[in-house]
Every structure is written in C-alpha cells, then in structure tokens.
C-alpha cells in the first residue's frame, strides 16, 4: 500500500496546473504549425474517399469506419513516411483487419487504389 501512496504523492507533485500550463505553452508554437500544414492534406484525403465510398453506394452510417481505415492508411503514408512494398504490405494486413470487422474488401481495395495509389502487394 505505501507504494500505492507514494506513487499518488509523486504524481500530484509533478502534475500542477502551472506545470502543464508551462509545458502546453512552450508546445503550441510547433502543435499549431503541424496541424496547420497537415490538415489541407487530410481534408483533401477525407474528401476523395467520401468520393469514393459515394460512387461504391456505401451508406452513410459505414462511413467512420472507411474513413478510420483511410486515415491509418494516410498516416503511415503521408506522417510515417512509408512507402513502396512495406506500405502495400501494410495496406494489406489493415484491409484484412478492417475485412475482419465487416467492411467490403472491393471498397477497401478502392481506397487503397484510387485515393493513395498504392499497388496491391507482391507475394
């Protein structure tokens, strides 16, 4: 139990509103201009796979899921940086996960193709 008490001290101690204050301020600066140069990039990401998920006749209440899948795949690409085999390797692991949870593979395969230009992956 004493710990348990010391681990509880040691965290009220280090967390304080003036702490965080101090170190959220000092983040912003660097949080702002990455979200301001990623998000033109996202919404232009988000918007051909609503292009998409419309021409494929998908119903809107599948959307979050379709788009969940989009945006891991816009992460790994566009922030991670990963292309060439490991991302059409990744590609096809996260559609078989996403296949696994009820989406249509002919639409996933359609976002991976049409929004990201990733080729199937050589096996």
């Keep these: 139990m004493v710990g348990a008490i010391y681990r509880k001290s040691a965290w009220d101690a280090k967390v304080t509103a003036a702490r965080l204050l101090t170190d959220l301020t000092a983040l912003l600066p660097n949080m702002t201009l990455r979200m301001t140069a990623r998000t033109p990039g996202l919404v232009a990401m988000e ?3 609503k292009q998409v998920l419309d021409g494929a006749g998908v119903s809107t209440i599948q959307y979050p899921f379709y788009l969940a899948f989009a945006r891991e795949t816009y992460r790994k690409q566009a922030i991670q940086e990963i292309s060439g085999e490991s991302l059409a390797l990744w590609a096809a ?5 996403w296949v696994s949870r009820g989406l249509a593979s002919p639409v996933l395969t359609a976002i991976r ?7 199937a992956p050589i096996v």
């Design 47 to 49: 918007t051909m796979t």
């Design 93 to 97: 692991i996260m559609m078989a996960k």
């Design 113 to 119: 193709t049409d929004v990201f230009s990733i080729a």
